[in-house]
């Protein structure tokens, strides 16, 4: 805006600051790595007739659900949620218990009813991921190499990855390890000796499996020997690129800081520039109100850009990744069987259960910080369902008694890979569609205190001959 004076005809311009906001505008454009567009869905009001376990934390929220699990470093809960119009689900959250101001639990009869109802609707939880600064990290050295370590409930993971790289690491392992658990609740409760190590190179962790003699290409694999899940990625080279866009954006937040500071010194100059130029005071309140609410838009916009660069940082961060985690996931879901749920020797989990659940823990959605399991991979779904829609679908009673032979080199193998497909959507829907894996049901499946073969273990799971399933299940399929 151009004011002129009555006295002097003087130009007085916003230049100046608006300068410096276009050029801050740039460095936050091309401060970010790469951009992934997302949207995190927001919680709605859970159920005004039930009653729940109550967290009052000491930043004035509020969280009202299920205590899942305490311990002295955490608290696992189950935030239950119903938005207007859709159906109810669970937000599962790890907890700092310093952070908790008051707990208020339910009575256990009201705790039992709660933990009934919650079942039914369990395996649709969405999984939040907790905080990064609250991972405990160890540094060793091994070789020459800096390792950062941390001793988790469940695992314990290695990393040759930077610092921040390998606090990302653990959030996303622990929070696919709460999946698990909401899937297939653990039979022991108490830490294995299961490892994990992460490298922060492919070409680390490529040579590490040449010199145990191993020709996987995989970025990750298990070894049950070992009890040991291996990964690697490019994480080293993502971080050094995140860390100098993150120093650039804390440069730009600081500019902006400074500016705001500054921003009533300013004004006063120009206020008293006015007056000695003539102008009244009413022109001087208008261009005061004027050049206020335009800096205080500018600000804002810039603050919001910061936050969705930090945002589009960390989606960059999964597009990375991507490959990594999808099979870290898959190869650590096997570790988290026969280490949690099938610890006994005589107590196995079905080859086809347990390819299929893999799958789609390969494959949860994140969005924001929540990870979800529950929702179909659309590209196996389209290819099993035109598998079904052709003259010879796999019969399900082959898939429930394959062997291992049957899924041996799927890359390759069409057969093996027809067997993968039809094992994820058999675990799908039982899983999401039927429920039959709570606990009720799963546990003594699981036990086949019978010993029942596949096929016969396998009716008794569904309560019905496999052939009236076999239609039942494909009509479903086809109509999701």
Same mark, same amino acid.
């Given at each position: 805006?151009?004011?002129?004076?009555?006295?002097?005809?003087?130009?007085?311009?916003?230049?100046?600051?608006?300068?410096?906001?276009?050029?801050?505008?740039?460095?936050?454009?091309?401060?970010?790595?790469?951009?992934?567009?997302?949207?995190?869905?927001?919680?709605?009001?859970?159920?005004?007739?039930?009653?729940?376990?109550?967290?009052?934390?000491?930043?004035?929220?509020t969280?009202?659900?299920?205590?899942?699990?305490?311990?002295?470093?955490?608290?696992?809960?189950?935030?239950?949620?119903?938005?207007?119009?859709?159906?109810?689900?669970?937000?599962?959250?790890?907890?700092?218990p310093?952070?908790?101001?008051?707990?208020?639990?339910?009575?256990?009869?009201?705790?039992?009813?709660?933990?009934?109802?919650?079942?039914?609707?369990?395996?649709?939880?969405?999984?939040?991921?907790?905080?990064?600064?609250?991972?405990?990290?160890?540094?060793?050295?091994?070789?020459?190499?800096?390792?950062?370590?941390?001793?988790?409930?469940?695992?314990?993971?290695?990393?040759?990855?930077?610092?921040?790289?390998?606090?990302?690491?653990?959030?996303?392992?622990?929070?696919?390890?709460r999946?698990?658990?909401?899937?297939?609740?653990?039979?022991?409760?108490?830490?294995?000796?299961m490892?994990?190590?992460?490298?922060?190179?492919?070409?680390?962790?490529?040579?590490h499996?040449?010199?145990?003699?191993?020709?996987?290409?995989?970025?990750?694999?298990?070894?049950?020997?070992?009890?040991?899940?291996?990964?690697?990625?490019?994480?080293?080279t993502?971080?050094?690129?995140?860390?100098?866009?993150?120093?650039?954006?804390?440069?730009?937040?600081?500019?902006?800081?400074?500016?705001?500071?500054?921003?009533?010194?300013?004004?006063?100059?120009?206020i008293?520039?006015?007056?000695?130029?003539?102008?009244?005071?009413a022109?001087?309140?208008?261009?005061?109100?004027?050049?206020?609410?335009?800096?205080?838009?500018?600000?804002?916009?810039?603050?919001?850009? *910061?936050?969705?660069?930090?945002?589009?940082? %960390?989606?960059? $961060? +999964?597009?990375?990744?991507?490959?990594?985690? /999808? #099979?870290? !996931?898959?190869?650590?879901?096997?570790?988290?069987?026969?280490?949690?749920?099938?610890?006994?020797?005589?107590?196995?989990?079905?080859?086809?259960?347990?390819?299929?659940?893999?799958q789609?823990?390969?494959?949860?959605?994140?969005?924001?910080?929540?990870?979800?399991?529950?929702?179909?991979?659309?590209?196996?779904?389209?290819?099993?369902?035109?598998?079904?829609?052709?003259?010879?679908?796999?019969? *399900?009673?082959?898939?429930?008694?394959?062997? %291992?032979?049957? $899924? +041996?080199?799927?890359?390759?193998?069409?057969? /093996? #890979?027809? !067997?993968?497909?039809?094992?994820w959507?058999?675990?799908?829907?039982?899983?999401?569609?039927?429920?039959?894996?709570?606990?009720?049901?799963?546990?003594?499946?699981?036990?086949?205190?019978?010993?029942?073969?596949?096929?016969?273990?396998?009716?008794?799971?569904?309560?019905?001959?496999?052939?009236?399933?076999?239609?039942?299940?494909?009509?479903?399929?086809?109509?999701?």
């Open positions: 805006m151009t004011l002129r004076g009555k006295a002097s005809g003087g130009r007085f311009r916003a230049g100046r600051c608006r300068a410096a906001a276009r050029a801050l505008r740039i460095a936050v454009a091309w401060s970010v790595v790469w951009h992934l567009a997302g949207a995190a869905a927001s919680p709605a009001e859970a159920p005004a007739d039930w009653k729940f376990d109550v967290l009052e934390m000491k930043d004035g929220r969280h009202r659900g299920l205590v899942l699990a305490e311990g002295e470093e955490e608290i696992e809960f189950a935030e239950i949620v119903r938005p207007p119009g859709k159906s109810m689900f669970a937000v599962i959250r790890p907890v700092s310093d952070r908790v101001a008051k707990k208020q639990k339910l009575t256990e009869p009201e705790r039992a009813k709660l933990w009934a109802r919650f079942q039914q609707f369990r395996n649709r939880a969405r999984i939040e991921a907790g905080r990064m600064e609250d991972v405990p990290l160890r540094k060793t050295e091994r070789n020459g190499t800096v390792r950062w370590a941390y001793d988790g409930p469940w695992f314990q993971l290695e990393s040759t990855a930077d610092e921040s790289m390998v606090r990302r690491c653990v959030v996303r392992a622990e929070q696919i390890f999946a698990y658990r909401q899937t297939l609740p653990p039979q022991r409760d108490h830490r294995t000796g490892r994990v190590v992460i490298f922060g190179s492919m070409d680390e962790y490529l040579q499996l040449r010199d145990a003699g191993l020709q996987i290409t995989a970025p990750a694999c298990y070894s049950a020997v070992q009890n040991l899940v291996l990964a690697g990625g490019e994480l080293n993502f971080s050094r690129r995140l860390e100098q866009t993150q120093a650039q954006n804390e440069e730009v937040r600081r500019q902006y800081r400074a500016l705001k500071s500054s921003f009533s010194d300013r004004l006063s100059g120009l008293q520039q006015m007056k000695e130029r003539g102008f009244s005071a022109q001087i309140e208008q261009e005061v109100k004027l050049r206020s609410a335009a800096w205080q838009r500018e600000y804002n916009e810039a603050l919001s850009r *910061l936050e969705a660069a930090r945002v589009q940082n %960390e989606a960059a $961060f +999964l597009t990375v990744t991507d490959r990594m985690f /999808a #099979q870290l !996931y898959h190869e650590a879901f096997h570790a988290y069987v026969e280490n949690y749920v099938c610890p006994q020797p005589d107590v196995t989990l079905p080859l086809w259960l347990n390819e299929g659940l893999a789609i823990f390969e494959v949860g959605h994140i969005e924001g910080d929540s990870l979800r399991i529950d929702a179909p991979d659309r590209q196996r779904l389209a290819q099993l369902q035109k598998d079904l829609r052709d003259e010879q679908p796999l019969k *399900l009673a082959d898939v429930v008694t394959a062997s %291992e032979q049957n $899924f +041996l080199e799927p890359s390759s193998s069409r057969a /093996a #890979q027809r !067997y993968y497909l039809y094992s959507g058999l675990a799908y829907f039982l899983t999401f569609e039927k429920n039959l894996l709570r606990s009720d049901t799963f546990e003594s499946f699981l036990a086949n205190v019978e010993n029942f073969g596949p096929a016969a273990r396998f009716t008794r799971l569904v309560d019905m001959p496999i052939a009236k399933f076999e239609r039942l299940w494909r009509d479903a399929i086809l109509a999701l």
